[in-house]
């Protein structure tokens, strides 16, 4: 590897260790006790873990969304980088 390579290879591991920490990932889905009496004695803990559930699920939704936008520019770059690249070698 030449000294060129180097500052791209740092630059791509960084993405890649970065990359996965910023992506959408889903909440996980509450536990809800088949046990009537269960729900009884912890439905406080249940009911706090319901509610933390829909705001996790509300800031995924917002991710996506965010993401989606995201992914439609940077396809719309590439197109259009697409179309300068044909030009450029027909």
Sequence with gaps: ???YNTPLVLVINLLVAWGPA??????ERPFL???RADMRIYADLIRWDFEIYIADVQNYFRCL????????VE?????????QFVRMVE
Excluded at 65 to 72: G, I, M, S, T
Excluded at 75 to 83: L, N, P, T
Aim: proline share 7%.
């Design 33 to 35: 006790p088949q046990s």
């Design 22 to 27: 910023q992506a959408c990932t889903a909440p």
């Design 1 to 3: 590897m030449n000294a």
């Design 75 to 83: 396809a719309r770059e590439v197109a259009e980088e697409y179309g």
């Design 65 to 72: 969304d965010e993401e989606r936008a995201r992914a439609f």
